[in-house]
Nanobody
Framework: QVQLVESGGGLVQAGKTLRLSCAAS????????MGWYRQAPDKQRELVAT???????NYAESVKGRFTVSRDNDKNTVYLLMNNLKPEDTAVYYC???????????????????WGQGTQVTVSS
C-alpha cells in the first residue's frame, strides 16, 4: 500500500511564508505527476500547483509568483513553498499523486489518484 503524508501547515499572518511537504511512503518504484490542491470552507477543491517527474510545473493563476512547487524524486516527496500568504489562501491543502508504482510483495502495482489526508493552512489578516 502507498500513503501520502503531508506536513507543514499552520496559522500564520498575512505576508508570511509556509512550506508544505508530502512524502509517499511504501515500497515505491516511481511516482508520476504530483501536486497540491486546496479546499476552502463551502468551496470546491481546486488545483494549486502540479509538477511532473522532470520538474515541469504548473500553477493556478491565483498563486503564480507567490508559490513554488518542487520535488525530490529520490525521496518521493513534493514541496510547496508559499510566500506572501493572503487570507484567501486559507484552506485545507491536499497532496495528490497521479500514479504511484510500488511493490506489494514481489508484484509491481500501480495506484492512480492517491490523496493525502490534508493539512490546514490558516492566514490571518
Amino acid at each position: 500500500q502507498v500513503q501520502l503524508v503531508e506536513s507543514g501547515g499552520g496559522l500564520v499572518q498575512a505576508g508570511k511564508t509556509l512550506r508544505l511537504s508530502c512524502a509517499a511512503s511504501g515500497r515505491i518504484f516511481s511516482v508520476g505527476d504530483m501536486g497540491w490542491y486546496r479546499q476552502a470552507p463551502d468551496k470546491q477543491r481546486e488545483l494549486v500547483a502540479t509538477i511532473a517527474p522532470d520538474g515541469t510545473a504548473n500553477y493556478a493563476e491565483s498563486v503564480k509568483g507567490r508559490f513554488t512547487v518542487s520535488r525530490d524524486n529520490d525521496k518521493n516527496t513534493v514541496y510547496l513553498l508559499m510566500n506572501n500568504l493572503k487570507p484567501e489562501d486559507t484552506a485545507v491543502y491536499y497532496c495528490n499523486a497521479g500514479h504511484v508504482s510500488y511493490y506489494s510483495g514481489s508484484v509491481l502495482r500501480r495506484d492512480f489518484g492517491s490523496w493525502g489526508q490534508g493539512t490546514q493552512v490558516t492566514v490571518s489578516s
